[in-house]
């Protein structure tokens, strides 16, 4: 099992871009309106935090969470851009989450992350964590290797169909498609959805 404080620690961080998602981008300069109109956005696996920075500084609620403490320390460091946060836990608990709520995650290179025997119960935390009609936008990573990395994982590969499959006991999957914007040696191996919370 990854032990992401110490990668953290250790700066093995090669999935750390320095800048947001550019299909994150590509969905807010293109008007996206589940993620422009979401009054709280929670970023799971948010790691230094620019996902959370790139939605915030489009006057979007947003909320990073991660593991690693090191991580959410860096995040925190950075210059404070809108109105985010960040918080230590995992989403497979629930302490980090009383008293808050929101209707909008933003997935990215966490559920590829995480060992996929817990796929399942990624998808009952995200239908924990959102209300009927909660937005779950997630970009998945199909063949998740970049350049250079072990095909072993983490990250680990997943198809549209077991997307699909693992959320559908509590999403509808509202919209698809593959973004034109990547980060570079990503392109055309990522999948955009758009899911929505059943009631
Ligand atoms: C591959 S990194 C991606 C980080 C960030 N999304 C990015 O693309 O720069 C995965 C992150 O998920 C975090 N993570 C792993 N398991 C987690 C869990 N159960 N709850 C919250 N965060 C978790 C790790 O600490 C790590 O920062």
């Not at 790691?47 to 915030?56: C, T």
């Not at 500084?57 to 950075?78: C, E, F, H, N, Y």
């Not at 985010?84 to 808050?100: H, M, P, Q, T, V």
Request: proline share 8%.
């Amino acid at each position: 099992m990854t032990d992401w404080e110490d990668r953290w620690q250790k700066n093995e961080t090669p999935w750390d871009k320095g800048y947001g998602a550019p299909p994150l981008t590509e969905c807010l300069d293109l008007g996206m309106e589940e993620l422009l109109g979401a009054r709280q956005v929670l970023v799971p696996g948010c790691g230094s935090g620019h996902d959370v920075r790139e939605l915030a500084s489009r006057g979007i609620g947003a909320t990073g969470l991660d593991l690693s403490p090191t991580a959410v320390t860096r995040a925190r460091a950075m210059p404070k851009i809108g109105h985010e946060d960040y918080l230590c836990g995992s989403l497979f608990e629930a302490d980090w989450r009383i008293g808050r709520e929101f209707d909008t995650v933003w997935e990215h290179t966490c559920f590829c992350a995480i060992d996929p025997a817990l796929r399942v119960a990624y998808a009952r935390a995200m239908a924990e964590i959102l209300p009927p009609g909660g937005h779950l936008v997630g970009l998945f990573f199909l063949t998740p290797w970049d350049p250079g990395e072990k095909e072993e994982g983490p990250p680990f590969a997943v198809s549209r169909e077991e997307v699909e499959a693992l959320f559908a006991p509590h999403f509808e999957l509202r919209k698809d498609r593959v973004p034109e914007r990547a980060y570079p040696g990503r392109e055309g191996r990522e999948w955009l959805t758009v899911f929505k919370r059943r009631n």
